[in-house]
């Protein structure tokens, strides 16, 4: 019986065997798919400077003048008889008008109306804004505010507000905050920067209430804080006039109009710009107009002027943004405090109406640029002012009528401009300022004897450093050792390499940022008793004590 169940197995075994080598015969003969060769993905090197540093440009410039056209288009196709009659618009480049357009008619009621121009009237609204903030930057420059984060309190002593949501529950006169153990400070920043946590407007007041400071910091005393100072975006045109009348009063010794008008307005020469619509400026306004095209009253906002009240023109908006972007020979504030006004502030939370706020705009990013603007919205008038200020441009809009509620017309234009712009700038030949003598910096150097550098001098003067020596990947392009210098003051010279160049660079086994390398700084030593420079720092790279060396070295291989 164990002799027949073995000789089964082994003919089991043997089928198996026989079906298991046809199969693979079978396998064998059957026609191949082609095998595709695997293609390898080409890493395409992001190139730089991401953001072209503006320099003159040589007009006229193909892409920016259809960019304009495009603009104008646009606005030219927006405007609409009943609810968007008359649009004016600039566009400025650093200290100088690229483009303005004014489409529509002043007046859609008269038929012998003439379209807008640069010099028509329109109320802007909450552009007014600006105006208490640069008042406000203005006074801490001149050291009359000690700090742009000073608390209210300390301009008016009688200011007190509810705060539910701080720690103490309550805001009011203090001689010392801390975080620990108070709120945050309700500061002047915070006011200028729609942080403050104050309400829209004070209680039981509309825009055309006419009471006075005194009255309106009677009125805080019982109300309550939206928000806790500092902690979230929240419009306010309480913060402003306050902000405004209380500095003015108590700095300035004067209404905050008066200030304005001796301070920024004369200064900037914006003639057509103020608070008061005479009959003489009503002559020159377009006719503001609801959705239906029912004409707008010209309403006076009382206490609450500086936050909306004003008017203004295309020209002279043009003036206050190239103030703004520091190109403005008349300009009232200094680069550095106005850089500090350009900076974004808080990341506004998701519901709030841009991304993020500053004193006193409201952010949002386009094409990786901060695109600061303030918009203001007022019966019968809409208005924009926006700046680009790494572009070094700005668009002001001054509409009579409702602003479109389907799309956002700045945005669409910077669409067109912002690319334009970038390819402009990143085109335009680099210009290079030569040392007055090259002989105290010419040379031989070396940082710990571990890089050699040569600085020599370019047919026009500029100098030229090229690394040298055991330490060079020859894999890198010449070009890419090898960097011009733009002097920018005694012993003081600026890094700059020949664009476009990769972000980044593979170099032996690490990765070099030439990025962070471009417009870096160099700081020659004082020259010695020949008249020489005997070394440099670059500060930026936290580089010191690259040293000068008599001649080139030798290297033993």
């Not at 026609?31 to 320099?55: A, D």
């Not at 309106?216 to 009348?245: E, I, M, R, W």
């Not at 010449?478 to 020949?498: A, N």
Request: hydrophobic share 40%.
């Amino acid at each position: 019986m164990q002799i027949k169940w073995t000789m089964l197995g082994m003919v089991v075994f043997f089928l198996l065997s026989v079906i298991m080598t046809c199969g693979f015969i079978w396998q064998y003969r059957i026609p191949k798919q082609k095998t595709e060769p695997v293609e390898r993905k080409v890493v395409v090197e992001e190139m730089c400077p991401r953001f072209p540093e503006p320099v003159p440009l040589k007009h006229p410039i193909t892409s920016l003048r259809v960019a304009l056209e495009k603009v104008d288009l646009l606005l030219r196709t927006i405007v609409f008889k009943t609810k968007l009659p008359a649009i004016s618009a600039i566009v400025v480049l650093n200290d100088s008008v690229l483009w303005n357009g004014n489409f529509g008619k002043k007046n859609i009621s008269d038929p012998t109306s003439t379209a807008p121009d640069e010099y028509t009237v329109y109320r802007i609204a909450s552009l007014s804004k600006i105006f208490p903030t640069l008042m406000l930057y203005k006074m801490w420059e001149d050291g009359l505010v000690s700090s742009l984060d000073d608390p209210l309190e300390k301009y008016a002593d009688n200011f007190s507000i509810k705060n539910p949501l701080g720690k103490s529950g309550k805001t009011g006169p203090s001689p010392v905050r801390t975080a620990g153990s108070r709120a945050p400070a309700l500061t002047l920043r915070r006011m200028a920067s729609q942080l403050s946590g104050l309400p829209r407007r004070l209680r039981s007041t509309n825009l055309l209430w006419s009471g006075d400071t005194k009255e309106a910091l009677n009125l805080l005393q019982d109300d309550v804080l939206v928000a806790d100072p500092g902690t979230k975006c929240h419009y306010s045109n309480v913060a402003f006039s306050l902000l405004a009348n209380v500095l003015a009063q108590n700095v300035g010794g004067t209404d905050f109009e008066t200030w304005l008008s001796d301070n920024i307005l004369k200064q900037l020469s914006m003639e057509d710009t103020g608070f008061n619509i005479t009959p003489a400026i009503q002559k020159r306004m377009a006719v503001g107009v609801y959705g239906s095209g029912q004409q707008a009253p010209l309403y006076n906002l009382g206490w609450y002027r500086p936050a909306g009240q004003m008017y203004s023109t295309t020209a002279d908006m043009a003036k206050l943004m190239m103030a703004l972007l520091g190109a403005y020979s008349g300009r009232p504030l200094r680069q550095d405090t106005l850089n500090v006004m350009m900076t974004p502030l808080y990341k506004c939370h998701s519901g709030y109406f841009a991304n993020s706020t500053g004193t006193p705009w409201e952010i949002n990013e386009l094409f990786g640029y901060d695109v600061l603007r303030k918009d203001g919205d007022l019966d019968g008038y809409a208005a924009t002012l926006s700046l680009v200020p790494k572009l070094k441009l700005g668009m002001v809009l001054l509409m009579s009528g409702v602003r479109p509620a389907d799309r956002d017309l700045v945005s669409q234009a910077y669409g067109f401009l912002i690319p334009a712009m970038e390819n402009a700038f990143r085109e335009a030949k680099q210009t290079l300022r030569p040392p007055p003598s090259p002989y105290p910096y010419v040379g031989f150097y070396t940082y710990r004897n571990m890089t050699f550098y040569q600085i020599k001098v370019d047919p026009d003067g500029v100098l030229i450093m090229q690394q040298f020596g055991p330490q060079v990947d020859t894999t890198v392009p010449s070009k890419y050792r090898t960097i011009r210098l733009d002097y920018l003051q005694e012993r003081v010279f600026r890094v700059v390499f020949e664009k476009p160049y990769p972000c980044k660079l593979k170099v032996h086994s690490a990765s070099v940022s030439l990025e962070t390398q471009d417009r870096q700084l160099f700081n020659f030593y004082l020259f010695n008793r020949r008249g020489i420079s005997p070394g440099f720092d670059s500060p930026g790279l936290n580089t010191y004590k690259v040293t000068r060396i008599g001649g080139r070295p030798y290297f033993a291989s």
